[in-house]
C-alpha cells in the first residue's frame, strides 16, 4: 500500500476525530508509517491548479449551460494553533469581530447536478507591522480578497468552464468587481448592494451626475438603473424576506443581464445558498478543522486534502441521492456496528445474562 492523496482523503471522510499521522497509521495497521504521512504532507504545496487536475473530471459530468460560479470567503476557526501567515487574525464579518483561523475564498461551480470547488485562495497575510491604534504586531495581505475574487473568476474563463452567472454576497459588490466580469471577462453577474449605493435613473441623469439613493426608490417589480462609477445599466430587484427569527430583511440585487425578470433575478440568486451548504459540509464532513499539523506547508495541503474530500463526497452525494450529512452519518454507523461486533469477539462473558440477574421489585 502506497500513500496516496486518494487515501489521505478516504481518511479524512471516515474520521470523526482528530486526523493525525499516528491515526492513519494506525488505521492501516502500521502498513503506512507516520513518516510516510508526514513526508506526503510535506512533499510539495499543492494549489489551484492542482485542484482543477483533479475536479475536471468530475466536473464534466456537472457542466451545463446554466451553471453558476459563486465566489465567498469563510473562516476557519483555530484560537489554538501557533501563529502564521495563514493561520492568524481575520475579521469576520459575520462575527462583527476578529478570530483567529484559515481564511479562505473559494470559486463555486453549481448545476443543477451537483456542485463542486474549482479554484480556491487562501488568505496569506505575509506583512507584518505595528499597529499604529493598539501597538501590538499585525499582519496584513499583499494580495486583497478582491484580487483574489477576480483571478478566480478569469482562471474559471481561462479553463474554459461553462457558466451563465458570477454571483457572490455583498462584500465582493465593487465597481471593479462588476466591471471586471461584464467587460473584461463579458460575462453576467447577479449581486446585492447596499442601501445607500447612488444610483441614476436615466443616462441623461448620469451625464448630468443626478444620483439618489437606492433606498429613497420606491420600487415596482424592477428599474432599470446606472449605478455611480459603472458605464452600463443593471437591472435593478428589491427583495423582501423573513429571517429565521421572523423579522424582516431586505435585499436589494442588481443584474447585468438587464433582460431577466425579477423573478428570474431572485431565483438565479437563491443559487447562492448553496455555498453556505459547501461551507457546512466542508468543516463537518471533510475533516477541515480536525488536523493539528504545525507547519504551514502541511496546514495548507490538509486544507487542499478537504477539498478534494468534499469533491468525493459530492460524486457520491449525486450517484446514491444522499447528502453529505446523511452519508458522514451512514460512515459512523458502520463504523459503531464493526466496533459491536468486535468487541463481543473480545470475551463471551456478559454482565446481563438473565438467567443470573435477579431484579428486586420496588
Same mark, same amino acid.
Given at each position: 500500500?502506497?500513500?496516496?492523496? /486518494? $487515501?489521505?482523503?478516504?481518511?479524512?471522510?471516515?474520521?470523526?476525530?482528530?486526523?493525525?499521522?499516528?491515526?492513519?497509521?494506525?488505521?492501516?495497521?502500521?502498513?503506512?508509517?507516520?513518516?510516510?504521512?508526514?513526508?506526503?504532507?510535506?512533499?510539495?504545496?499543492?494549489?489551484?491548479?492542482?485542484?482543477?487536475?483533479?475536479?475536471?473530471?468530475?466536473? &464534466?459530468?456537472?457542466?451545463?449551460?446554466?451553471?453558476?460560479?459563486?465566489?465567498? /470567503?469563510?473562516?476557519?476557526?483555530?484560537?489554538?494553533?501557533?501563529?502564521?501567515?495563514?493561520?492568524?487574525?481575520?475579521?469576520?464579518?459575520?462575527?462583527?469581530?476578529?478570530?483567529?483561523?484559515?481564511?479562505?475564498?473559494?470559486?463555486?461551480?453549481?448545476?443543477?447536478?451537483?456542485?463542486?470547488?474549482?479554484?480556491?485562495?487562501?488568505? &496569506?497575510?505575509?506583512?507584518?507591522?505595528?499597529?499604529?491604534?493598539?501597538?501590538?504586531?499585525?499582519? +496584513?495581505?499583499?494580495?486583497?480578497?478582491?484580487?483574489?475574487?477576480?483571478?478566480?473568476?478569469?482562471?474559471? %474563463?481561462?479553463?474554459?468552464?461553462?457558466?451563465?452567472?458570477?454571483?457572490? /454576497?455583498?462584500?465582493?459588490?465593487?465597481?471593479?468587481?462588476?466591471?471586471?466580469?461584464?467587460?473584461?471577462?463579458?460575462? /453576467?453577474? #447577479?449581486?446585492?448592494? +447596499?442601501?445607500? *449605493?447612488? %444610483?441614476? $435613473?436615466?443616462?441623461?441623469?448620469?451625464?448630468?451626475?443626478?444620483?439618489?439613493?437606492?433606498?429613497?426608490?420606491?420600487?415596482?417589480?424592477?428599474?432599470? %438603473?446606472?449605478?455611480?462609477?459603472?458605464?452600463?445599466?443593471? *437591472?435593478?430587484?428589491?427583495?423582501?424576506?423573513?429571517?429565521?427569527?421572523?423579522?424582516?430583511?431586505?435585499?436589494?440585487?442588481?443584474?447585468?443581464?438587464?433582460?431577466?425578470?425579477?423573478?428570474?433575478?431572485?431565483?438565479?440568486?437563491?443559487? *447562492?445558498?448553496?455555498?453556505?451548504?459547501?461551507?457546512?459540509?466542508?468543516?463537518?464532513?471533510?475533516? $477541515?478543522?480536525?488536523?493539528?499539523?504545525?507547519?504551514?506547508?502541511?496546514?495548507?495541503?490538509?486544507?487542499?486534502?478537504?477539498?478534494?474530500?468534499?469533491?468525493?463526497?459530492?460524486? #457520491?452525494?449525486?450517484?446514491?441521492?444522499?447528502?453529505?450529512?446523511?452519508?458522514?452519518?451512514?460512515?459512523?454507523?458502520?463504523?459503531?456496528?464493526?466496533?459491536?461486533?468486535?468487541?463481543?469477539?473480545?470475551?463471551?462473558?456478559?454482565?446481563?445474562?438473565?438467567?443470573?440477574?435477579?431484579?428486586?421489585?420496588?
Amino acid at each position: 500500500m502506497d500513500m496516496t492523496l /486518494d $487515501l489521505y482523503v478516504d481518511y479524512l471522510i471516515c474520521s470523526t476525530s482528530y486526523t493525525t499521522a499516528t491515526g492513519l497509521s494506525k488505521v492501516t495497521g502500521g502498513v503506512i508509517s507516520h513518516d510516510k504521512v508526514t513526508r506526503f504532507l510535506s512533499l510539495k504545496d499543492y494549489t489551484a491548479a492542482d485542484l482543477w487536475l483533479i475536479s475536471k473530471p468530475f466536473y &464534466k459530468s456537472i457542466e451545463s449551460n446554466d451553471g453558476v460560479i459563486i465566489v465567498d /470567503d469563510s473562516i476557519e476557526e483555530k484560537p489554538y494553533t501557533d501563529e502564521n501567515e495563514i493561520i492568524c487574525w481575520h475579521f469576520d464579518h459575520t462575527k462583527d469581530r476578529s478570530v483567529k483561523g484559515i481564511n479562505f475564498i473559494t470559486a463555486l461551480y453549481q448545476t443543477e447536478i451537483g456542485s463542486m470547488p474549482i479554484g480556491y485562495e487562501l488568505v &496569506k497575510k505575509t506583512h507584518k507591522y505595528i499597529n499604529q491604534k493598539t501597538g501590538k504586531n499585525s499582519r +496584513k495581505a499583499t494580495i486583497s480578497k478582491q484580487q483574489h475574487y477576480r483571478n478566480l473568476i478569469k482562471n474559471a %474563463v481561462q479553463n474554459n468552464l461553462r457558466f451563465k452567472y458570477v454571483l457572490n /454576497d455583498v462584500w465582493f459588490s465593487s465597481v471593479e468587481n462588476m466591471t471586471f466580469v461584464k467587460r473584461k471577462l463579458n460575462k /453576467d453577474f #447577479i449581486m446585492p448592494v +447596499k442601501s445607500n *449605493r447612488k %444610483v441614476a $435613473l436615466s443616462e441623461k441623469d448620469k451625464a448630468l451626475g443626478r444620483f439618489v439613493g437606492i433606498n429613497s426608490l420606491e420600487l415596482g417589480e424592477s428599474i432599470l %438603473v446606472w449605478l455611480h462609477g459603472l458605464d452600463f445599466p443593471l *437591472r435593478l430587484v428589491r427583495q423582501v424576506f423573513k429571517n429565521e427569527d421572523g423579522s424582516t430583511g431586505v435585499l436589494y440585487l442588481v443584474s447585468s443581464d438587464i433582460e431577466l425578470k425579477k423573478h428570474q433575478i431572485e431565483t438565479i440568486y437563491q443559487r *447562492r445558498w448553496k455555498v453556505e451548504t459547501y461551507h457546512q459540509s466542508l468543516k463537518n464532513n471533510a475533516s $477541515l478543522a480536525k488536523s493539528p499539523t504545525k507547519i504551514m506547508r502541511t496546514q495548507a495541503n490538509h486544507f487542499f486534502a478537504s477539498l478534494c474530500a468534499y469533491i468525493r463526497l459530492e460524486s #457520491i452525494s449525486i450517484g446514491t441521492k444522499i447528502n453529505h450529512f446523511a452519508l458522514k452519518q451512514k460512515i459512523y454507523l458502520a463504523a459503531m456496528k464493526t466496533a459491536m461486533e468486535k468487541i463481543r469477539e473480545f470475551g463471551s462473558y456478559c454482565f446481563c445474562q438473565t438467567d443470573n440477574l435477579k431484579i428486586n421489585p420496588a
